[in-house]
């Protein structure tokens, strides 16, 4: 009896520790250990407030794009340039002006019987009609100036009208007035109308034709 109990206990031992041993080893994918869940509330607890370090703020330097504008960078009337005026076609006011100055001189030289004036104004091929209906060239216009023997109490122009045609080239028509005496001694009070044609040449107006009428005296 003995026997079979001693048996019995051996046999139910060895089933035992067979158990043991063919029971499976913990893995990781077991729950973790005290000291891994240690680790683990380590690294998922924020530390605390008195740990953290707070780095400066600095503030941004302000863009230079982003200055105020300032009503000096607005345009305004004053710094706008003014649009030039049209000119009027046909005008030059410096040539006008110039070759106005030079008809009143010539008509001036008229009583001083200061004919050098003229022949500076006068071109070389000078073709024109004088006032006693005949065709004169640059000689034969001033001729007639030097054998002009009235005594002069005025001579001036009464009218004169200038026409630009580009840059070079102007046309005159006016009306002249001489006062005076004639060589026979008798008065006169005579009225001309002329036209001039002026070409600017070598940088200066020159008067290369001219038509003159008598229309009183």
């Known amino acids: 009896m003995k026997i079979i109990i001693s048996l019995l206990t051996s046999a139910f031992l060895a089933s035992w520790a067979i158990a043991q041993e063919e029971s499976p080893a913990p893995t990781e ?13 380590v690294e998922t607890t924020p530390p605390p407030a008195a740990e953290k370090k707070e780095e400066p703020v600095i503030a941004p330097a302000p863009a230079a794009s982003a200055a105020p504008k300032t009503e ?15 000119a009027a076609p046909g005008k ?9 100055d030079m008809e009143n001189k ?24 004088s006032s006693k209906g005949k065709f004169v060239n640059r000689s034969q216009m001033l001729s007639e100036y030097k054998g002009d023997k009235d005594t002069y109490k005025s001579a001036k122009n009464e009218k004169l009208n200038v026409k630009m045609y580009g840059k070079d080239v102007a046309v005159v028509t006016g009306r ?21 044609t002026w070409m600017m040449r070598g ?13 009183k005296g």
């Open 176 to 196: 002249a007035r001489e006062v005076g005496t004639g060589k026979d001694g008798k008065a006169f009070d005579r009225t001309f109308l002329f036209t001039d």
């Open 106 to 129: 010539w008509e001036a030289s008229v009583p001083s019987h200061n004919y050098s004036m003229v022949e500076g104004y006068v071109s070389a091929d000078f073709m024109g009609v």
């Open 29 to 41: 994918s077991s729950a973790p250990t005290s000291e891994e869940k240690a680790s683990v509330t």
């Open 203 to 215: 940088g200066k107006w020159q008067c290369v034709a001219s038509q003159s009428t008598k229309i």
């Open 72 to 86: 000096a960078a607005k345009p305004t009337a004053a710094t706008k340039p003014a649009a030039a005026a049209p």
């Open 92 to 100: 030059n006011l410096i040539g006008e002006a110039a070759i106005k």
